[in-house]
């Protein structure tokens, strides 16, 4: 029986973890969104708008900040549920959408980190991006194209507005639709539990 509430308490975790989740998506989108009125996407143009966001728009850099916090907090968050749902020991096969919701959220969280890197156009983030492409390219067979695909071409303003349309279009779209249907399997999970613990007090008194 305390084997049975240990594993509940850890269900619970991971559903208010899944609301949390959802909230710091929520936050990214939204402090995305208000980035999104100054930020200019090209090379350069990158870099001052942040600039500009940063000194001269009222709140500018608490908006920034949460942004940062938000999605960085995201892949945290994400991989924490993944860790108390295995320690939850939850395999059955009722679970397999939030597993499936829970490490793609995982992975979408960690790619908008990534296509983020070249965004704010400073020197640790232009060459780290350069070095990426050179990962990138020295894949056999597909890394020229997806080098391509990612950058347009070079290093420059075609590859910031590529990496800005996968990060606030493509990405925070997914990982959006990604925390709703994590949280609705969780909730869904939640009311099996509750159904199974009824019907286990009615044979407990029924015996
Ligand atoms: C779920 C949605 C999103 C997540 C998880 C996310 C995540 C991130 C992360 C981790 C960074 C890097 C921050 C840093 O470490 O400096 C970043 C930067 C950025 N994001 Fe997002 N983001 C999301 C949505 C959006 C949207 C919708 C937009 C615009 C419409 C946007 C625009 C930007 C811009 C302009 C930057 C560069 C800002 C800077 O370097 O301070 N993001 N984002």
Request: hydrophobic share 50%; charged share 15%; glycine share 8%.
């Given at each position: 029986?305390?084997?049975?509430d240990?594993?509940f308490?850890?269900?619970?975790?991971?559903?208010?973890?899944?609301v949390v989740?959802l909230a710091?998506?929520?936050?990214a989108?939204?402090?995305?969104?208000?980035?999104?009125?100054?930020?200019?996407p090209?090379?350069?143009?990158?870099?001052?708008?942040?600039e500009?966001?940063?000194?001269?728009v009222?709140?500018?850099?608490?908006?920034?900040?949460?942004?940062?916090?938000?999605?960085?907090?995201?892949?945290?968050?994400?991989?924490?549920?993944?860790?108390?749902?295995?320690?939850?020991?939850?395999?059955?096969?009722s679970?397999?959408s939030?597993?499936?919701?829970?490490?793609?959220?995982?992975?979408?969280?960690?790619?908008?980190?990534?296509?983020?890197?070249i965004?704010?156009?400073?020197?640790?983030?232009?060459?780290?991006?350069?070095?990426?492409?050179?990962?990138?390219?020295?894949?056999?067979w597909?890394?020229?194209?997806?080098?391509?695909?990612?950058?347009?071409?070079?290093?420059?303003?075609?590859?910031?507005?590529?990496?800005?349309?996968?990060?606030?279009?493509?990405l925070?779209?997914?990982?959006?639709?990604?925390?709703?249907?994590?949280?609705?399997?969780?909730?869904?999970?939640?009311?099996?539990?509750?159904?199974?613990?009824?019907?286990?007090?009615?044979?407990?008194?029924?015996?």
């Amino acid at each position: 029986m305390k084997n049975l509430d240990y594993r509940f308490a850890l269900q619970r975790i991971t559903t208010i973890l899944a609301v949390v989740a959802l909230a710091l998506v929520l936050l990214a989108a939204l402090t995305g969104v208000a980035l999104a009125f100054y930020y200019e996407p090209t090379a350069g143009g990158a870099y001052r708008s942040l600039e500009f966001i940063t000194r001269d728009v009222s709140g500018g850099s608490i908006i920034r900040s949460l942004h940062d916090i938000a999605g960085n907090a995201l892949i945290g968050v994400a991989l924490l549920q993944l860790v108390v749902m295995f320690l939850g020991r939850q395999f059955r096969p009722s679970w397999l959408s939030a597993w499936v919701s829970g490490i793609f959220l995982v992975l979408v969280a960690i790619g908008a980190s990534w296509t983020a890197i070249i965004l704010d156009w400073n020197q640790t983030g232009y060459w780290r991006f350069k070095l990426e492409m050179k990962t990138i390219e020295a894949i056999p067979w597909v890394g020229e194209s997806l080098r391509e695909i990612l950058t347009g071409g070079g290093v420059g303003s075609l590859a910031v507005e590529h990496m800005y349309t996968l990060h606030s279009y493509l990405l925070s779209a997914i990982a959006l639709i990604l925390s709703v249907l994590h949280l609705a399997a969780l909730v869904y999970q939640e009311r099996d539990r509750q159904q199974f613990s009824k019907t286990l007090d009615r044979l407990i008194s029924d015996s």
